[in-house]
């Protein structure tokens, strides 16, 4: 029996192969290789990989008969490497001394390996070992926690004959025969792609669009056709764990650092049943696991052309038998992407223990903590010219400038005195900080050869304290106008202002009451203190470069979150001959409480430039001299922003199933199911009927802090519960093409704010698509249409900024994605993913009253078009690769009325990946060569009916050219 001819030891008797094996250089057990074999038949597979493995493979030519392995690229231990290899292959490792390897076929009864005369031999004499890969930082461990009860999954290999463990559960179906639409980014992927946020990661799932505009947290992400501005439906996943139940926010608590092995996604399917409000899409970022056979140790050190500082380190090691442990983690400077002078400190750190038992089991207890202070960018404003032209205005450069600088670094802002704050301290320069544990352990326990228990938990205590600006807010574009218009009491925008409580007296005879001897008005700049009377209409000209003036809020928000998860169950496989199956059972318990302040929001009065300086409104006599202040340090007015206070508490109960099946060699199914019950509770901060003075010697013509909290809540609870259901088919019609096909209806829970208590929203979901492989082609062309019912979001009403009004709207998509990856040569690939989708509002309703006007509209910030073209040039000798990158974002809409259309726009990335040594790897990015424009929003704090006001408009823009150079070396 024997693989063919490409082995020199197929015809070996067993005593000449004992010998041969004892010739075999030193105990090849612990020792970390680089493979590089392709997706193939296990007879010419095996073949490879004992050869760059250096070990013999024993395995019997009935169970490798008409069967492939996987592809496996990457640094390995050499028994992980094989794992890896033959997992798509219904073929098992049963033994390895670090010589020998002894494979088998799955289920099936194998004696001991002295028994040879049925095994083909398969042996090579271990070779020196190979260069470090370009995205090798350290070893690649197997995930042994990612969905319930999977085995070791299949990374970093080529090809659709990857296994799929994120929206999976038998640890056996590969991309080419999954009915899921899913997608795998090795660590090569990620370094290639070189993110500079969390959210960017993202961009890899075609499908996922990412407005990633607003800094390295609070980015926007949304799926096929689903309104962006918004993290709905989709959950991202620390190691087949949700880093929050509830999905929105979940890049406060997660950044992808050298921990990280790698990135899997799941959209639709399986995702709304084995996470929860996973609906859209579910993204899995799965951690490299202790080290249990010698230490291994890296270093990566990361700089920007932006200032941009940062060192990410990993270390594991075995601690005794079956004990091994990992520490690893960043600390960085960030300067932020556009210009400020702040600095923003950070780091995180994850360590794990790992105990491994005897029969495959495990218990690994793992441990995060992060302090983290991050810049956050909101919107600003653009010109547009006559021809719909969108440019800069002048002295705020829309690629690398911020309104946000000195003069917002700290503000005394007055409270109600019952939130324990007479003042509530607003500061720039800390940005958003955040900071957060998390304690989690996972079990694994097999009760039989087909049984597994699986148990994890994880609880996260966290909390975030936002500053952060928003230009617009409010007064929207109405606020942007001159400086001379603003000291004209016939024309400010501050005119219509009322600011005594229940008094319809105007901002402008409030303040002539105030200060009877006031002949005219002028502006203070706080940071030079000059003083610019109406009179001189040239000084006024020059503020800011421009002669401009805006309104900002001052969007300061504390939220604590505790969130505890459990995810438990039983995995069973059963082989009936023709029919594999493997059903998994399961259930969820998630409990999270959150207790937010969202007061002391106020609008400050500052010019439009970068690092903007802020000004008080003065009141002059007919000398110039100022007789008082109209504002408070620039501040406008308090409390007329935001959500205010709540507390609330969700509990949430879940059972699940999901059953794959295979039947013969080509058909598989799968089914599943979830239900959830929830009780959700949330107590809402009473506002009182006279707002709260404030504090005495306060300047400024407002004298109450506006909204104001009374000390009491009123209390809202409800019960909700729904059902998330699925079902897929995958028919492999030839080794090339297979087909699939799924339904499937999932739901978004939505929780408790001061909107009080909501219902979940529906999503249904159909898609299938065929997937191809052959001659360097792998690909996947997907049709899919979504449909989202009843889905909510807030928004701030124009006509009244205190108050956040509540839209529900229904979105129908259709669609077609395209996956592929061409590799026609050795030296060259390319990479080719993108999406067109017509998505269409219906039935859009505000605070209940219906919006037909809207219907048949775009939903706002979703693009019909998404394309990434990606071409590698692979160097040889294992030196690394050089990539170029286009990505293109098509029109977008910044409202669901339409009112503003926003360019398609190309980005332009170059980059190159180069191994200096075996154990030296440095990474350079380029992005935005061409300096290209692009918006992602408009300013939804408008309306949701946006217009272009003297040729003004807010927005966000992508940032110009900027270059990140990385070096990692493997200690």
Known sequence: MSFGTRSPFLSVSMTALAVSTLAMPAFAQGQVRNFDVPAQSAADGIVSFAQQAGIQVLAPSAATKGRKVGGVKGNYTVEEGLRRLIGPSHLRLVSFDGRTAVIAERGAATSAPAQRGGFTNVAY?????????????????????????????????????????????????????????????????????????????????????????????????????????????????????????????????????????????????????????????????????????????????????????????????????????????????????????????????????????????????????????????????????????????????????????????????????????????????????????????????????????????????????FNGIFPGSGAGTAGLTSAADYVDPNASPLASLTPIQGSSETYFNVAQAMFPTATQYGLKDLRTGQVISSTDAAGLAAIGGNGLLQQTVLNHQTLKTKDFGS?????????????????????????????????????????????????????????????????????????????????????????????????????????????????????????????????????????????????????????????????????????????????????????????????????????GGVRFQAHGLSASVIGFRTIFKNQSYQFVDPNDPTNAANALANNETNGVQVDATWRPIHFFSLDVQGVYQDPKLSNLRFNGVAQPQYSGNTPERTPKKLLTVTPSFILPHGLGEIYGRWKYIGKIFADSGNGIALPSYSVFTVGASLNVSERINVSASVDNLTNAKGFTEGNPRQGQTQTIVNGFFYGRAIVGRNAQVSATIKL
């Open 125 to 465: 004499v271990q070779s020196a070992p190979a260069p470090m890969s370009a995205s090798a930082a350290a070893p690649a461990q197997p995930d042994t926690t990612t969905p319930p009860g999977a085995e070791p999954p299949v990374a970093d290999t080529q090809g659709l004959q990857e296994i799929v463990v994120t929206g999976n559960t038998s640890g056996k179906r590969t991309l080419f025969n999954s009915s899921s639409n899913v997608t795998l980014a090795s660590s090569a992927d990620l370094l290639r792609k070189a993110p500079r946020s969390t959210a960017e990661t993202l961009e890899l799932v075609p499908g996922i669009f990412v407005e990633g505009t607003a800094g390295p947290i609070s980015n926007n992400y949304s799926v096929r056709g689903l309104r962006g501005g918004a993290q709905t439906f989709i959950t991202l996943e620390e190691d087949g764990m949700p880093i929050l139940y509830g999905g929105g926010g979940a890049d406060f608590y997660f950044q992808n650092d050298i921990t990280i092995d790698r990135m899997e996604a799941v959209e639709g399917g399986t995702s709304g049943i084995l996470a929860p409000n996973g609906a859209g899409a579910t993204i899995n970022f799965i951690s490299l696991k202790p080290n249990h056979d010698k230490p291994t140790a890296s270093v990566r050190f990361t700089g920007a052309t932006y200032g941009d500082l940062r060192a990410d380190g990993y270390f594991s090691a075995p601690i005794a038998d079956g004990w091994a442990f990992s520490i690893g983690g960043y600390a960085q400077s960030q300067k932020g992407v556009r210009r400020t002078p702040f600095s923003y400190n950070a780091y995180n750190v994850k360590g794990m223990l790992e105990k491994k038992f005897d029969d495959g089991g495990f218990v690994r207890l793992t441990l995060k903590h992060g302090d983290q202070h991050n810049p956050y960018y909101a919107d600003m404003p653009f010109a547009v010219s006559a021809s719909g032209k969108i440019s800069s205005i002048p002295g705020l450069n829309l690629k690398t400038d911020d309104v946000g600088g000195n003069s917002f670094a700290s503000f005394d802002v007055p409270d109600s005195p019952n939130t324990g704050n007479a003042l509530r301290r607003f500061s720039s320069s800390n940005g958003v900080h955040v900071t957060s544990s998390v304690y989690r352990l996972d079990i694994e326990k097999p009760v039989s050869e087909g049984l597994r228990l699986f148990a994890r938990a994880r609880y996260l205590d966290g909390k975030y304290d």
């Open 567 to 767: 995810d438990f169950g039983a995995k069973w496989d059963h082989d009936l001959g023709p029919v594999d199956n493997s059903l998994t059972v399961g259930g969820m318990v998630y409990n999270v409480r959150r207790w937010n302040d969202q007061s002391a929001v106020a609008t400050v009065l500052n010019d439009v430039q970068n690092n903007s300086h802020v000004y008080d409104l003065v009141a002059l006599d007919a000398g110039g001299g100022v007789v008082g202040s109209l504002t408070n340090n620039g501040l406008v007015n308090y409390g007329n922003w935001g959500q205010g206070i709540f507390k609330d508490e969700v509990t949430s109960l879940s059972a699940y199933f999901n059953d794959e099946m295979k039947i013969g060699d080509k058909l598989h199914i799968d089914f599943g199911a979830r239900y959830e019950h929830q009780h959700v509770s949330v107590d809402i901060g009473n506002t009182a009927l006279v707002n709260a003075p404030v504090p005495a010697g306060t300047p400024g013509l407002y004298q109450d802090v506006g909204s104001t909290f009374d000390g009491t809540y009123a209390h809202s609870k409800a019960t909700y519960h729904d059902w998330a259901y699925t079902a897929g088919i995958n028919y492999e019609l030839t080794d090339n093409i297979s087909l699939y096909a799924r339904g499937a209806r999932g739901f978004q829970t939505n929780g408790g704010d001061t909107g009080g208590t909501h219902a979940p929203t529906d999503l249904t979901l159909y898609e």
